[in-house]
């Protein structure tokens, strides 16, 4: 099939997560299993679709364009190892002298995967931007991710990717809690680090200028996303109404988050690293599957501190909606956070 990355993403009930906890998705299996037959035929015949229309090509083209003006050097440098030592793992065999054309136009991985959790720190009403820095220390990270419409095989358009991770030492912004870095911190709910929204264009793309997350007791390092659908900007910068179309977590390979952390200020953090092959969200994600819910990436530079760069095309369903199971923590407001008494999440 001719994706760099593609992920089906699953109509499935979702469980809230705190961190450290162990709670489940509640699909079925059998109902996961009858997803992933009618997904992989849509993979099938999105595959060829996509090619004829040149969007693979595109993607290539852009991601390559993303690197060039990006890169700390004249050659790349890429360290591809699979975050798990199972049947997900890669022999893509990239050298540092390898071209950007030949990064980009590797054989591409087709993965399937399921819904995710939302976890108990989403926040409503982060502002649509694509820097969401906020001169947080850490190593940057440029993501791009493109979104297909499995059921048109198109790119969607006017999507809006939703992110948020947590910093360098494990603390996310805009959520006071007890279980988030110092519970006593009510200045917490006024950040704004590593969240924020982006709208995808006509080729269904959106990017993001971003931190490479940290991590904390019980999960291994990771990005939490939502796709909402057919909603509206306000005045203020934000986003109402529509729906959301997918929750879900997207990861990093074992090796390249190794060797973050051996970086300051994420060798600041005490707290034991969960691998992603212990994490209870990858083996969700990924049991019974073709799943491998992680980014594609390369290094702008001769080292991680140099920056990284990350991409994925997510599959999802337009059709699905998923908005009771986004319980948010927190809202920002023109006057700062205000916590969400009644979110259902387990803190």
């Known amino acids: ?3 760099q990355k593609l992920a089906i993403l699953a109509l499935s009930g979702l469980a809230v997560a705190h961190p450290g906890s162990h709670e489940h998705g509640s699909y079925s299996v ?40 990006n890169k700390k050097r004249t050659v790349l440098a890429r360290d591809l190892e699979k975050v798990v030592n199972t049947s997900h793992h890669s022999t893509l065999d990239v050298t540092s002298s390898t071209s950007e054309t030949e ?14 959790e939302v976890g108990p720190f989403w926040v409503s009403g982060e502002l649509i931007r694509k820097d969401i820095r906020d001169d947080e ?30 910093n360098a030492t494990g603390v996310y912004s805009g959520v006071q809690s007890s279980m988030n870095g110092n519970g006593n911190d009510a200045s917490n709910l006024n950040k704004t680090f590593a969240r924020g929204l982006q709208k995808t264009d006509s080729e269904g793309v959106a990017q993001f200028n971003t931190l490479f997350p940290g991590h904390y007791s019980g999960r291994a390092t990771h990005i939490h996303v939502i796709a909402h659908t057919q909603a509206h900007v306000l005045s203020n910068n934000t986003l109402t109404g529509g729906q ?17 952390e051996a970086t300051s200020p994420y060798n600041e953090n005490t707290v034991a690293i969960t691998q992603n092959a212990n994490d209870h969200v990858v083996q969700v994600e990924t049991a019974n599957s073709d799943s491998d819910p992680f980014f594609e ?51």
């Not at 990064?103 to 995710?116: K, R, V």
């Not at 369903?317 to 916590?339: C, M, Q, R």
């Open 1 to 3: 099939m001719h994706f």
């Open 30 to 69: 059998a109902s996961k299993r009858h997803f992933l037959h009618n997904a992989r035929r849509s993979l099938d015949l999105c595959a060829n679709h996509l090619d004829k229309r040149g969007i693979n090509e595109r993607a290539k083209v852009r991601r390559a364009s993303i690197v060039e003006a």
């Open 103 to 116: 990064l980009f136009n590797a054989n591409p991985t087709c993965i399937l995967a399921p819904e995710g």
């Open 137 to 166: 220390p850490g190593i940057q990270l440029i993501l791009d991710a493109q979104f297909i419409d499995i059921n048109t095989c198109e790119p969607i358009e006017d999507l809006y990717w939703d992110v948020w991770n947590c």
């Open 244 to 260: 959301i179309s997918h929750i879900g977590q997207l990861f990093f390979d074992q090796d390249l988050i190794t060797k973050v």
């Open 297 to 347: 990436y390369t290094l702008l530079g001769d080292t991680v501190e140099d920056g990284i760069f990350g991409w994925i095309t997510l599959g999802i369903n337009t059709s699905a909606s998923h908005d009771s199971d986004a319980s948010y923590a927190a809202t920002l407001t023109a006057n700062g956070g205000v916590s969400n008494s009644n979110s259902g999440s387990m803190f």
